[in-house]
């Protein structure tokens, strides 16, 4: 059982233009979300979070949306960089007092800036 | 955020033999996690690692084959047991220190089982 779905394995953007990496999850205890991006041979690097007391986070280039009726969460980077170009993890986290709050993640989504 | 340091970064052993891995955090974190990426997929729960009970493991993994020891708050290992071929992955620890501080993850360590 996937609990959370990145159903798009690749995306490929033009630098400058806006990258948009969707999430979709199916249990509903979960209430904290996370994207994390990762180089190959690195490990996760955490980039933005939400809490599903917001409905939108954003850092400098980075926002992340999320609408819990729809159980979708979405990462949108402004402009696009080619240093951006990494695969893209979204995770999902149950209450803290649950289990300890473990992370499930998604499968992932290869993001390609081109120059 | 914890500075993690995961060792060794990489290794290639022989099957049936058992590999350690270890991680070293900057300050005293309460849960640890162990994480595993098999090639072309996601990232999947191992176990949580508390300091001073017992690892919880997750469905599909065991203790005989993945032994965790957690002495203090700011050391874990896990070992990969009489490993086979589809033991090669990247096994990755990471912390957090509380609610909604977010998780902080090591380097990895990239396993070929030959």
């Known amino acids: 059982d996937q609990q959370v779905k990145q159903n798009s394995p690749s995306l490929s953007v033009q630098e400058g233009r806006i990258s948009i990496l969707n999430c979709d999850y199916t249990?509903?205890?979960?209430?904290?979300f996370l994207w994390y991006k990762k180089y190959p041979a690195e490990g996760p690097t955490f980039l933005i979070s939400?809490?599903?007391?917001?409905d939108k986070n954003e850092d400098g280039r980075f926002t992340v949306f999320l609408n819990k009726s729809a159980k979708h969460l979405s990462l949108h980077i402004v402009p696009s960089q080619p240093g951006d170009s990494a695969v893209y993890f979204c995770?999902?986290?149950?209450?803290?007092?649950?289990?300890?709050?473990?992370?499930?993640f998604g499968e992932g989504t290869q993001l390609t800036v081109n120059p | 955020s914890a500075v993690i340091s995961q060792k060794p970064s990489r290794d290639i052993c022989q099957r049936g033999t058992s590999l350690t891995i270890q991680c070293q955090v900057d300050?005293?974190?309460?849960?640890m996690f162990w994480y595993r990426q098999q090639p072309g997929q996601s990232l999947t729960l191992i176990a949580t690692a508390n300091q001073g009970s017992e690892a919880t493991y997750e469905s599909g993994f065991v203790i005989d084959k993945f032994p965790i020891s957690r002495p203090n708050l700011t050391f874990s290992t896990l070992t990969v047991s009489n490993m086979s071929p589809e033991d090669s992955s990247i096994y990755l620890c990471s912390v957090s220190p509380g609610p909604n501080y977010g998780y902080t993850f090591g380097s990895g360590t990239r396993l070929t089982v030959v």
């Open positions: 939400i809490s599903s007391i917001k």
């Open positions: 300050s005293q974190v309460t849960m």
């Open positions: 249990n509903s205890m979960f209430d904290y």
């Open positions: 995770a999902a986290a149950p209450p803290w007092e649950t289990s300890g709050s473990r992370l499930t």
